[in-house]
DNA sequence: AAAGTTTTTTAGCTTTGTCTAAAAATATTT
DNA sequence: AAATATTTTTAGACAAAGCTAAAAAACTTT
């Protein structure tokens, strides 16, 4: 895989995120979405063609070839894992990471990516719910989430429970955890694996391991 | 602080590294570290000029202002704790966290790398053991290092040992480890503390923390 | 101190990525 | 379908950071 210009990099991020919604991307659209100028957009747009990365006919709007795509999934990779990193280890908030992992997310070393994604042991989804490609650029549909596997103080609803025992209700009950409730984890311990859960503005509570892993969640968007 | 490019960042981190030997910069000093070309510098020189970050008459060689060294500071502060981090929590060999670093040092968020600092306990050493600025870009003048402060897989030799008593020289001696005698910590275990050391390509053995911790050392170099 | 050598600077050109203003193509209205 | 409006592209300029080739300054030699 070549290696392109942080400008070229930003471009075919902001074309794969636009073209989901429509099918095919506008000189306006993608200027308006990178605050640049559609001019700056038209001669950018003949560069990543000669490269390959589009198919773009003059007025036809462009959306990214296969190896476009393989390109952005890098690029939301990088940027994704490390939005992980910043919230998981470097205790960011939920709503700092985006902005910092725009710069981080340029610094295309495979073996930093690669050893980055092991070291926060494969995460699948971001601190905001989306999913990462993994070293190959397999992307997954979002699915639930067990609760050790939510990130710290990322807002998110319980959505099912797996194990549905009267003792495991009983103790749900208890903590006045129900499908539907909404949660943050404040704290994870890596001693016992238990973690501190809070409910809305009231006072966090632990919760243990056994029960974590029984709790399935949805981020809350 | 003012920001600045990645390039004017590259220069003003070979200044402050080359007037370290001499007093004076030249221009071909600094070409030849940069991998450019005169002309290239004396271009570079006149706008850091402008800056106010270096002192310099034409032909007169140069040197870095007070703002200039700040800024240099700043650099090798971001560089040395993504060393740290690369070698201590992603586990690259010491020889290969420079490389990434010089990528890594350009992105200047300063909550990232005040975060990045704590997250990794302040370190004060990067893994070739140069000191590591801290957050107002002061630098320790580099002394002994314990043990547990001791990068993973960095060889480093025994220049001390704190606690004199016989037991601990006892100790010492069951253990072959004397004033001199070079190893590598390979793996530290955060439960008690403890850690895994090798001295040359013999296997492997386990030190305590309480041993640990009265083991000084300096970077072999 | 004059001549020659080396170093440094200047002048002018290139590439990347941006911009403005004008022209061309496409869409929309009447 | 003609007129008008919008979108997109082209043409030409500019700043950053690099280059080559030539000029200027500073140093060595003899």
Redesign the pocket.
């Known amino acids: 895989m070549l290696n392109y210009?942080?400008?070229?990099e930003?471009?075919i991020k902001a074309i794969f995120h636009l073209q989901k919604q429509d099918d095919t991307v506008?000189?306006?659209?993608l200027a308006n979405e990178l605050?640049?100028?559609?001019?700056?957009?038209?001669?950018?747009?003949?560069?990543l063609k000669i490269k390959k990365l589009l198919h773009?006919q003059?007025?036809?709007?462009f959306r990214l070839s296969t190896d476009g795509n393989k390109v952005a999934l890098g690029i939301i990779r990088r940027h994704r894992l490390w939005e992980y990193f910043l919230a998981e280890k470097l205790k960011f908030t939920w709503d700092e990471v985006h902005e910092v992992a725009e710069d981080l997310e340029h610094v295309t070393n495979k073996k930093l990516i690669d050893k980055l994604d092991e070291f926060l042991g494969f995460p699948r989804v971001d601190p905001h719910g989306d999913p990462i490609p993994d070293a190959n650029g397999r992307i997954e549909i979002s699915k639930k989430i067990g609760l050790p596997e939510l990130p710290l103080n990322t807002p998110a609803v319980v959505s099912s429970v797996s194990d549905q025992s009267s003792e495991i209700l009983e103790l749900l009950q208890h903590k006045k955890i129900a499908i539907g409730t909404r949660l943050e984890v404040k704290k994870k311990f890596d001693f016992d694996h238990s973690m501190e859960v809070r409910i809305g503005r009231q006072p966090a509570f632990t919760i243990s391991r056994e029960l974590a892993e029984n709790i399935f969640v949805k981020y809350d968007t």
């Open positions: 210009s942080t400008s070229e930003n471009y506008t000189t306006n659209e605050k640049t100028k559609p001019a700056s957009v038209t001669d950018m747009m003949k560069k773009y003059p007025y036809q709007g």
